[in-house]
């Protein structure tokens, strides 16, 4: 019988051998016949000794049990056989991986496309991506039509894995790639998805060689450590990391500060490393790594015997409260340590610890130094980079027996390839099926509405509350726009896409902001822009929403504007956290600002920070705003991140108030001069040339014209107006009364500000009179002769 094009193609491979057994008889139905035979030969033995001990004629009977248990035992053995046979020929190399193969083998399709969509591991991707279902099917029966054989050449000397073959039909398959567009899916993202399936079926693969040397590295080995030392005193204060962490399943390559632990671990002599990262980051992730590959026995041999032991420091320190305790317990447990001879010795907390050896007059590094000094107990210590430059660094005698490595922060890609060793572990607990889109969600949103925390902390933390929410709103499969929902309801910030209702806000809200803000199309449209960005994911999510710096006199709208915003955006005044930066100017201000700001905004963290008298600020309060500009958060004093990157910071200020009224008195536009009022601000020292380059734009307010009062005063009328209709009384609004509005109530100095206030003085206060003394009421109109007399 000829073989189909895509199976000649890989009838050269190691692993095709494996393939026509796995066509007659698939791996997961040996399982379900394994398991059965087995109970069935329980069964049956069981059977036989019940019936042998009876002690009656059952010969025969007996006989027939025995036979069928020795056919049991037969299949049995046959399935058993023809899995090892299977389990140890996945473990070779091949020129295609398994999942190739069985695509390939089992196909009866003459097209790449049709034949990865059609597979039982194509079903499973298309489950993990979340691809529309209707879009998929549409560009299979497409493909149908069209489809033409296509043969695979195999490279020598490389293996053609999941996200190989999928690369390749994506190159000759354009309708793939849109149907991948239709449902919002990037292509990197669907070949990271194939390796996701590739390493699942690996890890199950992996598993079930029991006879493999990680598979029995595992197993607790007998008297292993009896030839070493014991270790009561360190056992109070520590624990053994190979006890409770489990190897991963998951094959992962080793972080570069893994590989560096491993070559200092190595040295005959001060082997011993000083583990320093940011507070929180990532620093136990590289040990679980280190200790992973101890535990699978995939470290050098000079580390396979060492038990990796982890020193709470925190408990040590609470207990050695005096500087003769602490020494005493220190002592003890070192030289435990030592004597034990197969101790790694990792420190959770270095700073903690020095820092009170410090305070209670303990010397720690003469303490240490007979230890570090050789390899008897060699030791990682955890330190934050601020108190290993503030106290470590600085002590020579101390850094000679360290080498420092460094932990970056963890990028994207890693911290995906961690979740989906998790995801494994909960979807068998909970039968909730992740979709990698939602997996890539977490690591984005932990990092967009979370920086407080360590990024792999932050992303664990969200996966680990997800789970019972989608158990309580019986979410079965967990896709992107889930996680972007519990995101919504846990922060109060809108993490999902723009939806309709939203959309249309945005479409009409320069116009809407236009009848409210007489005068500023400039302001109106930078911020109108601004919110478009953010809410369509352009804008930079390490920064602001947006930010601005209103400058222009007092009275012409830059409060307002703000006010306004929150108004037909946000729909909600407390969303506005104005502060009046005159409070902020003396020289404490600073911890003050960082308590106030801080509490703030972790209250609302969605909206706009109006700070109002910006230039007036003391200037490390200027300097915090730099960085709040240029990364989108602060550290508070208790050494926590404050989340400002959701919020639209608008500054507003009245410094160059001089030069604007001068340039608009000489009827020049404010792009004329733009740059010479900054210039002029920065030479008077008001702000510096950093911050003023941190906004995304600096907005001029000018003076308002005739034009533009008569506008405002019409708003102030009318919103007295509508208080008035609901009592049943009409106030007709005149161009005569809003100029009289305009003329006697604003002023240069004050803008439009004043206006309110001759409102409610000479036309609500009159009004309130009348309504007072009965003079008017329901269903009348106020002739405008009661306001002859404005003044």
Known sequence: MALHPFQSSIKHTSIFSLLPVENLLSHHSRHRLLKLTRWLIIVFFLTITIVSLSGGDYKNLIAKLVGGLLILLAIWLEMYLLELFYRGLTKHDSEVTLEVAQILYHTTESDLALAFGRSAIGQSFVRRTAIKLTAYEKFLQARTIKAVSSPLILEPGKTLTLSGLLTLILKDCPELKQCFAESGIEEIDAVATTDWLSRQATAEREAERWWSRAALARLPGLAKNWSYGQTAILDRYSHNLLLNSSASSMEFTASSETKQLITILERSAEANALLVGEAGENKMSVIGELVREIKKQTAPPALEH???????????????????????????????????????????????????????????????????????????????????????????????????????????????????????????????????????????????????????????????????????????????????????????????????????????????????????????????????????????????????????????????????????????????????????????????????????????????????????????????????????????????????????????????????????????????????????????????????????????????????????????????????????????????????????????SFGARPMLRFVQDQIETPIAKKILAGEITAGQTINESLFATLH
């Open 306 to 748: 060492y038990q990796p032991i982890l020193l709470h420091t925190a408990e040590l320190v609470a207990t050695g409260r005096h500087k003769d305790e602490l020494e005493k317990i220190l002592n003890q447990l070192l030289n435990e340590a030592a004597r034990a001879g197969n101790i790694l010795l990792i420190i959770d907390d270095f700073g903690a610890l020095f820092i009170a050896a410090e305070k209670l007059g303990v010397d720690l590094i003469n303490l240490l130094d007979p230890f570090l000094a050789t390899r008897r107990l060699p030791m990682i210590a955890l330190v934050d980079t601020e108190i290993f430059n503030r106290h470590v660094s600085t002590r020579p005698n101390l850094m000679r027996r360290f080498e420092v490595v460094t932990v970056k922060e963890i990028d994207g890609h890693e911290l995906i390839l961690r979740l989906e060793d998790q995801v494994a572990v909960l979807e068998q607990r909970s039968n909730i099926i992740f979709t990698y889109p939602a997996i890539k969600e977490i690591v984005v949103s932990a990092a967009r509405y979370f920086p407080e925390a360590a990024p792999t902390d932050r992303a664990l933390d969200l996966l680990i509350e997800l789970e019972p929410w989608l158990i309580e709103n019986a979410r079965t499969v967990a896709n992107r726009a889930d996680i972007q929902e519990f995101v919504t309801i846990k922060t109060g910030i809108p993490a999902a896409e723009a939806n309709g209702a939203e959309i249309e806000r945005l479409k009409h809200l320069a116009d809407q902001l236009s009848q409210q803000i007489i005068g500023q199309p400039e302001a109106i449209m930078a911020i109108t822009t601004a919110l478009q960005r953010s809410r369509a994911g352009l804008s930079n999510p390490k920064r602001p929403t947006g930010s601005f710096l209103f400058l222009g006199p007092t009275g012409v709208g830059k409060t307002e504007t703000a006010k306004a915003l929150a108004r037909l955006f946000f729909r909600q005044p407390e969303s506005v956290l104005r502060l009046d930066m005159t409070e902020f100017a003396a020289d404490n201000a600073l911890a003050r600002l960082m308590e106030v700001l801080a509490t703030m905004i972790r209250q609302h963290p969605y909206g706009i920070l109006l700070l109002d008298e910006f230039e007036k600020s003391h200037p490390e309060v200027l300097n915090l705003f730099l960085q709040i500009l240029d990364e989108g958060y602060f550290t508070d004093a208790g050494s926590r991140r404050v989340n400002a990157r959701n919020l639209i910071l608008i500054a507003t200020s009245n410094a160059g108030a001089d030069f604007i009224w001068e340039q608009t008195r000489a009827n020049k536009p404010p792009s004329a001069w733009k740059d010479n009022l900054i210039n002029e601000i920065i030479n008077r020292g008001l702000f510096k040339p950093e911050l003023v380059n941190r906004f995304d734009a600096v907005i001029i307010f000018t003076p308002l014209s005739p034009e533009a009062l008569r506008a405002v005063a019409k708003l102030a009328l009318t919103a007295l107006a509508e208080r008035l209709k609901a009592k049943g009384v009409s106030l007709p609004i005149t161009d005569t009364l809003a100029s009289v509005v305009a003329n006697y109530g604003a002023n240069q």
